[in-house]
C-alpha cells in the first residue's frame, strides 16, 4: 500500500515557517542538498528541476498534497509548481479557477488519502504542507522525514496546527550535515 509522507522542512524549534510564512532563514546552500537532490528531487518545484538538470523519477513521490496557503507561496508566479507529480490543492474557500490547469482543488483532505493509499502500484504520495492540513492528517501519516535546519524562530507556523492527541512514531534514521541540518526519519508506530 502506499504511504503518505510529511517530508518537510522545519526549524530546531518546530516550527515550518514565520508567523508571516517566510521561510528564507532555512538554509539555501550546503552539504545536504547532495541528499535532496539525489534522494528527493521529486520534492523539488519545475524550476529548480530545470535549473539543476535534474530528472524526476517518480520513484520516492507521485503524487503531492498541499494546503491552499502552501500553493499560494508560488502565486502568482509559479502556478504549477509541480508539473511531474499529480497534484491537489485543498481549500473550502476557492474555486476549480483559482488553480492551473491539472492541479484537482479539493475540500475532503482524509478521504482523498484513503482513495489514494488504496491505489493499486504508485510511488508514495508526499503532504508538502502546511500545518493545518498535516494536522487534519495527522492519523493518515505513515511517515515523517523532517528537514530540522539549524535555525530557532521562536515563533511561527508550526509543524502541526490543531494536533490534539499524541501520535505516535518510531526513530528508523537520522543523518547530520556539516551544515547543521538533520534528515530524521520517523514511521509510524
Excluded at 515557517?17 to 541528499?35: K, L, N, Q, V
Excluded at 523532517?146 to 490543531?162: A, E, R, T
Aim: with cysteine; hydrophobic share 45%.
Amino acid at each position: 500500500m502506499r504511504k503518505l509522507v510529511y517530508y518537510v522542512a522545519t526549524s530546531i524549534d518546530g516550527y515550518i515557517a514565520s508567523p508571516a510564512g517566510d521561510f528564507s532563514a532555512f538554509p539555501m546552500e550546503g552539504d545536504h542538498f547532495a541528499t535532496i537532490f539525489g534522494e528527493f528531487a521529486d520534492a523539488l518545484p519545475a524550476p529548480a528541476i530545470a535549473g539543476l538538470g535534474l530528472s524526476p523519477t517518480g520513484e520516492r513521490f507521485d503524487t503531492v498534497l498541499m494546503g491552499w496557503n502552501t500553493y499560494a507561496v508560488g502565486l502568482p508566479d509559479l502556478p504549477d509548481p509541480y508539473p511531474h507529480l499529480r497534484q491537489y490543492v485543498f481549500s473550502r474557500s476557492h474555486g476549480p479557477a483559482d488553480v492551473a490547469p491539472g492541479i484537482t482543488l479539493a475540500a475532503d483532505p482524509r478521504a482523498l488519502v484513503r482513495e489514494l493509499k488504496a491505489e493499486e502500484g504508485g510511488s508514495d504520495i508526499w503532504l508538502c504542507g502546511g500545518a493545518q492540513l498535516a494536522a487534519d492528517l495527522v492519523d493518515e501519516i505513515d511517515t515523517l522525514i523532517l528537514k530540522v535546519n539549524p535555525v530557532l524562530f521562536g515563533n511561527g507556523i508550526p509543524l502541526l496546527d490543531g494536533v490534539y492527541q499524541p501520535a505516535d512514531f518510531a526513530l528508523v534514521s537520522s543523518r547530520s550535515f556539516e551544515s547543521g541540518v538533520l534528515i530524521t526519519t520517523y514511521e509510524r508506530v
